[in-house]
């Protein structure tokens, strides 16, 4: 991991996502194509991360024990604006690299934070979405 800091700043308009994604992948911010967060970012993130080999896997979990390590994305409420997340990077559980000047991590219970995984996998569609809802429990 080689640590990149955001290049804009201001609630809603930094670009602190893109810090953690540069700083993981070990590339210049100016790689990641601008304004991914207008509009669906998911969904631009999937598109660009399927470009170069990767998969973007965002889920809340609390008391988890994660992968050691591996670098993480973790977003969850900003300590300098309400209602505006703010994104850092993880590794054994512990933030590692804060990319605003600031250097304040994340505010509050870790409960509401998202984390965000990147995945190397590559492939040309999805044959069937997965429903989870059909998965039965395997007897003993």
């Known amino acids: 991991m080689r640590k990149v800091m955001q290049t804009k700043l201001g609630e809603k308009k930094g670009n602190c996502f893109d810090a953690c994604i540069a700083s ?11 304004n991914m ?14 470009t170069i080999g990767l998969q973007m896997i965002n889920m ?3 008391n988890a024990t994660l992968l050691p390590d591996v670098h993480y994305i973790v977003s ?7 209602n505006c997340y703010h994104s850092v ?10 990319p605003h000047p600031d ?3 994340l505010k509050g219970d870790d409960k509401y ?5 990147l995945i190397p996998i590559s492939y040309k ?4 979405p997965f429903d989870i809802t059909k998965i039965r429990k395997v007897p003993d």
């Open 24 to 34: 993981i992948l070990e590339i210049d911010i100016e790689k990641i194509p601008p």
């Open 37 to 50: 967060m207008n509009g669906n970012w998911h969904v631009k993130y999937q598109n660009w991360f399927r």
């Open 60 to 62: 809340r979990i609390t």
């Open 76 to 82: 969850g409420p900003s300590p300098r604006h309400r």
């Open 89 to 98: 990077v993880g590794k054994n559980a512990q933030i590692v690299h804060d």
């Open 103 to 105: 250097n304040e991590g």
């Open 113 to 117: 934070w998202e984390y965000t995984f």
């Open 125 to 128: 569609s999805i044959i069937e």
